[in-house]
């Protein structure tokens, strides 16, 4: 089977390097013919005219590592009309324009699989699909980004403030130098979009409950640590009575939990259903190697014609945000009062507010009472 690569960066990089040296004897017969590059002199396979793979009969799958919307919308439809099986780890893409590629590679009798999308190396969308052919998932939640468990541990560990730790990132390559994707909640949205497709068949616009990390400081990890809490940036939906919610934001663990464990760059996503109960997948969430060989597991799927769950969205489900009840944190230099908030402790010349068991939509009127006020108020949920 001959495979074309769409990018030879970081992930389409490491996806050659895989296939061309990997011993296994699924790998044997998996050839990479050509790969798609800026500049022909990237490699000897290049090539910069995309029409030359589109047009190339002999090439069954495309791997698409190009990243961002376009050209890689454009190269992705393209290629499932051609009836080439695509293969993608771009979770923007993914996430935006779902619906289309799952109707058009239905018409064309091909796969269209964002394994590597979601959790690096992880198994985790392929265990979604797993977990629904005896079961009915209820709630997935997790740490879905690597930069932000890295800042937010290193903060907690290492006694830092957010800047320089964000510059340490940035520095070791884990954050871009525009952050915002991973730090204002961009990137987890993708993948919880895409975690809900598969868990709920739900194709989901971006207008639910997200709080960014970047106001957090070292004083609101100390204050944390006084009572044995870690904070970690989750991707949460609850689903329940026809109806789901989903969040983004920072969220408080004891200490003790697996999720105030995870280290470094790594995530750990859950998923809770009726029968199994929790079940979590760890391990690195990005990166050259992991995400390459989620994209490569998933290109010998399609060789050895191994069934994988066609996605179906059906948007049965209704959005809510009086789904669930929780006690959230609010940071503000302007004290909150009122019937939602349950206590109020000053620490280092800061409010810190903890509410009432309340709703999203609660929480949704306390924060539009802080804004205005103060542009650096914090919240977070306890979990």
Known sequence: MKVAILGYGTVGSGVYEIITNGKSEELKNIEV???FARSRDKMHLATDDINEII??????VVVECLGGLNPAYEFIKRSLESGKHVVTANK??????????????KENNVKFIFE???????PWLVNLERTRRVDEIN???????????YILDNMYRNEQEFDSTLKTAQDLGYAEADPSADIDGGDVINKIILSNALAFDIHIEPNFPTYSMRNITKNDIDYLKKYDYAVK???????????????????????????????????IITLDG???????????????????NAIVQDIVDIYSNIPR??????????QSNELTSKKYLLRSSVELGGELIGSVEKYENEFYSITKEISLSQLSELTKELEGKDDKYLVAKFH
């Open 233 to 267: 940036y989750i991707g949460e939906t609850n689903v329940a009575d026809g109806k789901y919610e989903t969040s983004v934001m920072l969220s408080i663990f004891d200490k003790g939990s697996q999720e105030a464990a995870v280290e470094l760059n790594n995530n």
């Open 139 to 149: 709630r997935v939640y997790g740490i879905f980004n690597g930069t932000s468990n």
């Open 274 to 292: 009726s029968f199994i109960g929790e079940l979590k997948f760890y391990g690195q969430g990005a990166g050259k190697l992991p995400t390459g």
């Open 55 to 60: 047009n190339d009969n002999e090439i069954s």
């Open 33 to 35: 013919k050509s790969v």
């Open 309 to 318: 769950k066609d996605v179906v969205i059906k948007n049965e489900l209704v």
């Open 92 to 105: 923007a893409v993914a996430a935006k324009y779902l619906d289309e590629f799952v109707s058009l590679a």
């Open 116 to 122: 590597a999308s979601v959790g690096g190396g992880i």
